[in-house]
């Protein structure tokens, strides 16, 4: 059940229902705590933080996103702990704290490159190249 409440969660964020998506992602995330599934309530705890910096609760989607990426690290995840850094830079970014999100995307890149998927380790460079041209025209 908790599984298919996430599932439905990602559809209806891709559907722009995002109130729905962020109550199907906090009922699956207590599904996964109470039966001590940590990386399903990780991957919930990852995609509310998705919702929440949409939404532009920056605040609420750090925490979620850092609570995800502490589970992911603990376990070893690193394909899911490189997405959250992807997302927290995304955050920090929309809040102007680029040296932050800069660093975000160094350690995302360099997980994807320990796993060897070099498809994200070059969409990572493209984000930091957009990151720090737009550092740049702020401070031209």
């Excluded at 070099?118 to 031209?140: N, Q």
Aim: charged residues 30%.
């Amino acid at each position: 059940m908790a599984w298919c409440k996430r599932i439905l969660a990602d559809v209806q964020c891709g559907q722009g229902s995002h109130t729905e998506a962020m109550r199907n992602l906090t009922e699956a995330k207590a599904v996964f705590e109470t039966i001590g599934l940590r990386s399903g309530a990780a991957e919930c705890a990852q995609g509310l933080g998705d919702v929440l910096c949409g939404q532009h609760r920056f605040e609420d989607a750090i925490r979620q996103l850092e609570e995800a990426k502490a589970v992911f690290v603990s376990i070893g995840d690193r394909y899911n702990q490189a997405g959250c850094n992807r997302s927290l830079a995304d955050v920090l970014s929309g809040q102007g704290r680029r040296a932050e999100a800069q660093a975000m995307l160094i350690r995302a890149r360099e997980l994807y490159e320990e796993i060897k998927l070099p498809k994200m380790v070059e969409e990572c460079t493209e984000a930091l190249r957009r990151l720090l041209s737009r550092k740049e025209a702020l401070a031209g």
